[in-house]
């Protein structure tokens, strides 16, 4: 059951990075002097993110 969850999961977050790369886009389009700002808090948020789901990735295989 907790797997099926964290599979669902992964999948509904594709959607979640379309739509945040829709964000940085339209940020870099209207602020393209900030362009250096907008992609590294980017890559921090999907580095945070893939920490995260490193994480929870890890629980599961030691539970099993």
Do not use: C, W
């Not at 999961?9 to 940085?24: G, T």
């Not at 870099?28 to 907008?38: A, D, F």
């Not at 992609?39 to 948020?45: F, P, Q």
């Amino acid at each position: 059951e907790g797997l099926e969850f964290f599979e669902l999961h992964v999948a509904e977050d594709e959607q979640h990075a379309i739509v945040m790369r829709k964000i940085i886009e339209n940020l870099l389009v209207k602020h393209p002097y900030k362009r250096t700002k907008v992609l590294a808090i980017g890559e921090e948020m999907v580095r945070l993110r893939m920490a995260m789901l490193d994480g929870i990735s890890q629980t599961f295989r030691e539970a099993a």
